[in-house]
């Protein structure tokens, strides 16, 4: 059973475009929600996380939206350039151990 | 500083053989885990190590997998008997108690 949905499931996006990615979550009790970049032959990175107190955080080109209420968050990644092309996933978890994954979504940006 | 560090990065075995696969996870971190990667989804925790306790192996399937962490720094995933579906790719992560999660490159395993 997945806890966290993702979607959609890939995306092309020209450079300086804005790629949006859409996760939805059940479980109430997910107070952290962090998003993975994994390149080819890689091991996923964190790129942002975010926790339930807050609506929105932003680390340079990366922005989480969160939505409490609907359970769901969205990544959004500004002016996209060809070196964000990977797959990109969202987690969720509570007491920041045990991660829940999406599915995954491969963004490949189009210079 | 070294990061999670996995060998082999790649196995090809067929069914019924045995396999393990090793991590040296960032030094200093308590916590490690175990990640199963099917393609095309995301990692499905397997097992979670405090120092050398698993504190977590719901999701092992404990018939054909095992782990250990001796000493609680390394750390070896066995598979006995492999099965075809077992292809996938094994990720190993560590922290420090439960903050942020490193991952290795992973260990890719083909079964034929």
């Known amino acids: 059973q997945q806890q966290v949905k993702q979607s959609p499931q890939s995306l092309i996006v020209q450079k300086g475009g804005i790629s949006i990615i859409n996760c939805a979550y059940e479980n109430t009790a997910f107070d952290y929600f962090p998003w993975y970049q994994q390149f080819p032959g890689k091991g996923p990175a964190l790129l942002i996380a975010i926790r339930p107190d807050v609506s929105e955080k932003k680390e340079g080109r990366f922005t989480i939206s969160f939505n409490k209420s609907a359970k769901q968050f969205s990544l959004h990644i500004m002016d996209s350039q060809p070196g964000d092309s990977a797959t990109y996933f969202c987690?969720?978890?509570?007491?920041?151990?045990?991660?829940?994954f999406g599915a995954g979504t491969t963004v490949t940006v189009r210079a | 500083e070294a990061g999670v560090v996995q060998s082999p990065r790649y196995k090809i075995i067929e069914k019924k053989q045995p396999v393990a696969f090793w991590c040296n996870p960032i030094s200093g971190h308590n916590t490690l885990y175990w990640y199963l990667q099917n393609l095309g989804q995301g990692p499905e925790l397997l097992i979670r190590?405090?120092?050398?306790?698993?504190?977590?192996d719901s999701q092992l399937p404990k018939d054909r997998f095992s782990a250990e962490r001796l000493k609680g720094v390394d750390s070896t995933l066995k598979i006995q008997p492999a099965e075809l579906g077992d292809s996938a790719v094994y990720l190993c992560a560590s922290s420090l108690a439960n903050h942020e999660q490193f991952f290795g490159p992973g260990t890719r395993l083909t079964v034929l």
């Open positions: 190590y405090e120092n050398e306790e698993a504190v977590d």
């Open positions: 987690a969720a978890s509570r007491n920041d151990y045990k991660l829940s």
